[in-house]
């Protein structure tokens, strides 16, 4: 196990980064976490208004319109935690945290779909396989944000409540799935 010092790091990668390097990896983080939000926007609109709205809720979900601005806001923090890691100097420790970031940021992609177009396709079944999916996800998620640590704290720090959420998510699917079966 690589142990990681907590002193600053000199850079092997500073005499080739630039401003312009350092705003594009910035930048394709966004849009990475961006494309995710798309994705589940996407996937999860028509179910909304459609078989979501008609299901039985517990009394703590909370209102649709808070939903957008909560990921919008998380997609965001995810990225700039990733780009804080990116942003460290080449490492194993580095590529396993972006590696588990970009598994965790394809398995969030797939969750929505799970969720909201599972249930319309073979019904109470569908949420039971997101909540497997989600549970799973709330693990990698877990150990993104520890391997995080290891190579930028602000970066883990900045995960953290993503995963808060996703724990809150996980309950919700678990809930909505005992309701709706």
């Known amino acids: ?21 350092d705003l594009g990896g910035l930048i394709v983080s966004v849009v990475a976490a ?9 996937s999860s609109s028509a179910a909304i208004e459609g078989w ?7 009394i703590w979900t909370p209102p649709n319109e808070v939903f957008g601005p909560i990921w919008g806001l998380l997609y965001t923090m995810m990225a700039v935690a ?3 890691v990116w942003r460290q100097p080449i490492s194993s420790s580095r590529y396993v945290a972006l590696g588990l970031y970009a598994g965790q940021l394809a ?3 797939a969750w929505t779909p799970l969720f909201f177009v599972g249930y319309d396709l073979v019904g109470g079944l569908g949420l ?6 989600i549970v799973l996800l709330d693990f990698v998620v877990l150990t993104t944000v520890v391997r995080f640590w290891a190579v930028s704290k602000v970066g883990a720090v900045l995960m953290l409540p ?12 678990a ?3 005992v309701m709706n079966s």
């Open 1 to 21: 196990m690589l142990s990681e010092s907590i002193e600053p790091r000199e850079d092997s990668r500073s005499s080739d980064r630039s401003l312009v390097s």
């Open 128 to 133: 039971w396989v997101a909540l497997v999916w």
């Open 175 to 177: 809930s909505i799935a």
């Open 162 to 173: 993503y995963w808060m959420w996703l724990l809150f998510a996980t309950a919700l699917n």
């Open 52 to 58: 979501y709205a008609a299901s039985e809720k517990t």
């Open 107 to 109: 398995m969030t992609a």
């Open 82 to 84: 990733a780009w804080l």
């Open 34 to 42: 961006l494309a995710v939000a798309g994705v589940a926007a996407l």
